[in-house]
């Protein structure tokens, strides 16, 4: 029984932050890599970030410096700190878990909803 649980979402003015939170039920969080994908209306869901079970990173090149990924273990929580929003990272924000070894995705939570307004 594994659940990926996202929290966190919600309106924001443009230049504000936000933190999302994704909790992991069951015991496979500490061996697994980690991530956050997003859809904008009518596009296509995109690479955020993700996390290794060693925290080693790895980000969308266009977000790099504005978003940070994180984990804690002992919560099984993973966290994408998101500053200097702008209104084109309006988005439902999915946390996703990996297969072991692999870049397939196994697990992915319900989404979170993330308005930037002008």
């Known amino acids: 029984q594994v659940q990926l649980v996202e929290s966190g979402g919600g309106l924001v003015q443009a230049g504000g932050s936000l933190r999302l939170s994704c909790e992991a039920s069951?015991?496979?969080?500490?061996?697994?890599?980690m991530g956050w994908y997003r859809q904008a209306p009518g596009k296509q869901r995109e690479f955020v970030a993700y996390?290794?079970?060693?925290?080693?990173?790895n980000y969308a090149d266009s977000l790099k410096g504005r978003f940070t990924i994180f984990r804690d273990n002992i919560k099984s929580t993973v966290f994408l700190q998101m500053n200097s929003l702008k209104p084109e990272d309006t988005a439902v924000y999915y946390c996703?878990?990996?297969?072991?070894?692999?870049?397939?995705?196994?697990?992915w939570g319900q989404g979170t909803q993330v308005t930037v307004s002008s």
């Open positions: 996390i290794t079970s060693g925290g080693d990173t």
């Open positions: 069951g015991s496979i969080f500490s061996t697994r890599r």
């Open positions: 996703n878990a990996y297969r072991r070894f692999s870049f397939e995705s196994e697990y």
